[in-house]
């Protein structure tokens, strides 16, 4: 566990805006609280977010009369762990089978690496998985999973060419007939701003109701946490499309941009705070992680 933690820590303090330093030796003043605040903003929280997180930090840090630097960072973490604790929500699977689960994002975002790992995780947990090779359009995405799924004994839906829709419909058909815990449906990646493919996933999902109406049960947006503000305009967009339940934000092992989470909390640019269910910190199969808000504010301020 540690060593993750590690590279999140790492990887979400390559700001130049190190907010380890900024507690170091200095006095509880308005200049660190000025500073503490432009840090969260580098770290991309929005400002809106930054502003309502460094009011809720001079507030304790008055009636509880600290004088000590140290023990700010102590009650920021707490204060940024407070506000990013609606988005966790444990992503249940003791609900009737199978939980039909859809994955949409841009491309390069993570998808199939996430799936390939959340297969292995809830295997592990002694479910059985089917996966859906929803992106018709790349043989090589395609050819990816199901060469992934014979490596790992999972079965992988796939079809060539065509409509994913139809390959999802199939998916979730062949997953009671054979009674899966999970079935998750890949989906080829697409810009918010491509409107036909917007139509098209918009068409899986409601195909995917034709095979079980209940479905599907879990609707995900992988997100990549380089992304920054402009993840605030996806998340909006695809909850639009297709109402999300929840998202999965990659590579946070690499960038100084995880802040974007405070700003989903936040409500920012009108998006629902929806929780985050996993992170990703690096290309292992165990670099897949719940998330958990007093984890991810300590490794923010490093
Ligand atoms: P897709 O197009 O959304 O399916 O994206 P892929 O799953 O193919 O991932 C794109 C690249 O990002 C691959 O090289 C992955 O190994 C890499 N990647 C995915 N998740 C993470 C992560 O959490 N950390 C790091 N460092 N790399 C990741």
């Known amino acids: 566990k540690a060593s993750w933690l590690n590279r999140l820590k790492t990887g979400l303090s390559r700001t130049g805006q190190n907010f380890t330093s900024l507690f170091i030796g200095v006095k509880v003043d308005e200049d ?81 690496t996430s799936i390939g790992k959340l297969a292995r995780t809830f295997q592990n947990q002694g479910k059985k998985v089917l996966l ?25 839906i796939a079809q060539d060419g065509g409509d994913p829709a139809a390959v999802a419909f199939d998916a979730v058909q ?67 499309a297709i109402g999300l339940t929840g998202l999965i934000v990659t590579k946070l092992d690499g960038t100084a941009k995880g802040g974007i989470l405070a700003a989903v909390a936040a409500g920012a640019q009108g998006v629902r705070p929806i929780p985050v269910y996993w992170i990703g910190v690096g290309e292992g199969i165990e670099d897949l992680q719940p998330f958990v808000a007093d984890e991810f504010a300590g490794a923010v301020l490093g």
């Open 32 to 112: 660190l609280f000025e500073e503490l605040e432009t840090a969260l903003i580098m770290a991309d929280t929005g400002v809106d977010a930054a502003v309502s997180l460094l009011k809720s930090l001079r507030a304790r840090v008055k009636q509880e009369r600290i004088e000590d630097a140290q023990q700010v960072k102590v009650v920021l973490r707490e204060v940024l762990a407070a506000h990013l604790r609606p988005l966790e929500k444990t992503f249940a699977l003791d609900r009737p089978y199978p939980v039909v689960t859809m994955l949409a994002g841009v491309n390069g975002a993570g998808k199939t």
């Open 132 to 156: 859906a090779a929803g992106d018709t359009f790349r043989a090589a995405a395609r050819e990816q999973l199901v060469e992934w799924g014979a490596r790992n004994n999972v079965t992988v």
């Open 174 to 240: 062949s997953g009671k007939a054979r009674g899966m815990g999970v079935v998750m449906i890949d989906t080829a990646g697409r810009l918010p701003t491509q409107l036909h493919l917007m139509e098209e996933i918009k068409k899986i999902k409601r195909v995917i109701g034709k095979a079980d109406p209940t479905a599907p049960h879990e609707v995900l947006l992988v997100i990549d946490g380089n992304t920054g503000q402009n993840a605030l305009a996806q998340i909006k967009a695809f909850d639009q």
